[in-house]
């Protein structure tokens, strides 16, 4: 059994779901304040603390024709940080639209991941959808 975390990352709020590839299925857990583009390590390492993941996966930006979105350069340097502080795998996964699914999600369900925001349900989301495939972007 592996543990998972995800994360939808942005420039001031980053969000973290957490899931189980035996279930195949994940949970929002919270949204986590950034600083322009730098995220609350000490509060992400509590999380990986926690969990105690075997990999992460992170949402890769793209616009609708495949190309890379304004952020993407920015969420590829927040996964070689991710690599570089704690040494566990990070996998990517196409996260199109996924901000558009969580907050569709909001409006037309009574979510029970709502308490954890918009940020932390398109974690879920882009999670959900790796755990599901089974494979990265990239």
């Known amino acids: ?22 279930t195949g299925t994940a949970t929002a857990l919270s949204t986590v304040k950034a600083r322009d583009g730098q995220p609350d390590w000490t509060i992400i390492s509590g999380l990986l603390e926690t969990w105690q993941p075997d990999a992460l996966v992170v949402g890769l930006p793209r616009h609708g ?22 040494r566990l795998p990070v996998y990517t996964m196409d996260e199109r639209l996924s901000s558009r699914a969580a907050r569709e999600q909001l409006d037309t369900h009574n979510d029970p991941d709502a308490a954890q925001g918009i940020d932390a349900i398109a974690a879920r989301i882009i999670l959900q959808d790796w755990l599901e495939t089974g494979n990265s972007s990239e």
């Open 1 to 22: 059994m592996q543990t998972l975390l995800g994360f939808d990352f942005g420039l001031r709020r980053i969000g973290v779901a957490a899931g189980q590839d035996i």
């Open 65 to 86: 024709d495949g190309t890379d979105a304004d952020i993407t350069d920015s969420v590829r340097r927040f996964i070689r940080q991710l690599e570089g502080r704690y």
